[in-house]
């Protein structure tokens, strides 16, 4: 059975760092494309980063590139989110999210695509 479970989630300070982890089972890892989600209060949910099915190409929203990062460590079947310079903006859950299938460019956009979730992971961004 595929499981994605988040954890890392936590309560820090603008300008802090945070680092998600999306533990995972039931699938080949290493040749799976992931995503990153996120849902803030009151709003839908939204996209944040990608790693491709090969693991080399990586992708972000605009609004967090430059601060977070995605990488995988297939040792431990863990998917990770790196979040440095944390803004208040950034206070949501976030949810790993695996992709169903072979994709090509712009692969992340369509979210009927997914076809597993975690239970997500709260992150607030306050002083």
């Known amino acids: 059975e595929v499981q994605l479970v988040e954890s890392g989630g936590g309560l820090v300070q603008p300008g802090g760092s945070l680092r998600l982890s999306c533990a995972v089972s039931?699938?080949?890892?290493?040749?799976?494309?992931m995503s990153w989600f996120r849902q803030a209060p009151g709003k839908g949910l939204e996209w944040v980063s990608a790693i491709n099915s090969g693991g080399g190409t990586t992708s972000y929203a605009d609004s967090v590139k430059g601060r977070f990062t995605i990488f995988r460590d297939i040792a431990k079947n863990t998917l990770y989110l790196q979040m440095n310079s944390l803004k208040p903006e950034d206070t949501a859950v976030y949810y790993c999210a695996k992709y169903a299938g072979p994709h090509g460019s712009s692969w992340y956009a369509d979210l009927n695509e997914y076809d597993s979730w975690g239970q997500g992971t709260q992150v607030t961004v306050s002083s």
């Open positions: 039931g699938f080949t890892f290493s040749v799976t494309a």
